[in-house]
């Protein structure tokens, strides 16, 4: 496609070429299948949040489509706008533009290691809630500056959402308030992450983003009109279509926690497209950092501690192995 080749210089140098040789090919059980099903996903009505239904969904897909969010449609249209704006810079200019605390990630969406295999992808890390980017400059020169802003102000209306939902699920689960006060904190720590899945010369090679779970509480997914994203439901892999205006939501492995693995933390991935650029904006909600997570099927843990752990099973292994490490093990 034209403007993906007109971009050549904004993509990773690694991306450039037309096959790099780079990153292990996929597990011959990964291959997507040639059409995967377009997979029925469950709708959730925040305006007329139905708790039980709620719950259903949680507990037998884990993922769902929110309608009635009440996120403006021009603030998700404007955010997904500047993101390829600023995305198609070039490669240098993105890595110096976005500094601390904002960082230009790119093969992989782990910050600190690598996973085993590259991913075609690359985006910003914003985190959000800090102090600094309360102070709105929206007249700034600085484009990366604007765009936290504008990140931010979108972060305030993900934040709302993943306290509601949480709050629904919270009563549902009948966790105790006081005891689970820190499982979910909407400003701090939390991130949003805004992704260009640039066009993969070879995409029976590489995934735009291979299969895993988020270590989140839940995340939202907001995705501009290609597709790509897909979701793991009975063993088999399902398109997600995106459809504008609405937002994605799937749970992460603090919610199975907090569920005793009654709830799902669903897997997903996102194919690369051979031909077309794709942008994402997701929304990541976590625990905070030193609240103490106790669950009947895990060893008690802090978030803090999680965090530790993936990074080094992915230095490691290359490879997050998430629940499973403090999983309690069967007796038998
Ligand atoms: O960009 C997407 O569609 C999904 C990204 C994702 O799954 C993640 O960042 O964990
Ligand atoms: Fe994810």
């Not at 059980?29 to 040639?34: I, L």
């Not at 909600?285 to 501690?305: N, W």
Request: a negative charge.
């Amino acid at each position: 496609m034209e403007e993906a080749a007109g971009n050549d210089a904004s993509y990773p140098p690694l991306f450039r070429r037309p096959d790099p040789d780079t990153g292990s090919s996929r597990d011959a059980d990964q291959q997507p299948a040639p059409a995967n099903p377009v997979f029925e996903v469950p709708v959730i009505d925040l305006e007329h949040l139905d708790p039980v239904r709620l719950e259903e969904v949680c507990r037998s897909v884990g993922l769902f489509r929110i309608a009635n969010h009440g996120v403006p449609s021009a603030l998700m249209d404007r955010l997904l706008d500047q993101a390829r704006v600023l995305l198609s810079l070039p490669f240098e200019s993105k890595q110096t533009l976005f500094s601390d605390p904002m960082s230009y990630i790119w093969g992989t969406p782990s910050l600190g290691a690598k996973l085993s295999n590259l991913n075609w992808v690359e985006g910003f890390h914003i985190p959000l809630g800090q102090p600094k980017s309360k102070g709105h400059d929206l007249g700034s020169q600085d484009s990366a500056a604007s765009f936290r802003c504008l990140a931010d102000e979108y972060g305030q209306h993900m934040a709302a959402i993943a306290r509601t939902l949480f709050n629904a699920v919270a009563a549902r689960l009948k966790l105790d308030a006081k005891k689970t006060a820190s499982y979910l904190s909407e400003f701090d720590g939390t991130f949003v992450r805004v992704y260009r899945y640039p066009c993969c010369p070879d995409i029976d090679k590489y995934f735009g983003m291979g299969p895993h779970t988020d270590s989140s509480v839940l995340s939202i997914l907001c995705q501009d009109e290609l597709g790509g994203f897909q979701v793991l439901h009975d063993n088999q892999w399902f398109h997600v279509a995106p459809i504008p205006g609405t937002l994605i939501v799937n749970l992460g492995d603090m919610m199975q926690v907090y569920s005793n693995d009654e709830y799902k933390s669903v897997r997903h991935r996102v194919l690369a497209n051979r031909s077309e650029d794709r942008i994402s904006v997701c929304y990541f909600a976590f625990p905070m950092e030193d609240g103490l997570i106790v669950s009947s099927r895990y060893k008690a843990f802090t978030y803090g501690e999680w965090k530790a752990k993936v990074l080094e099973d992915i230095k490691a292994t290359g490879d997050k192995l998430g629940l499973a490490r403090f999983r309690i093990r069967d007796p038998s």
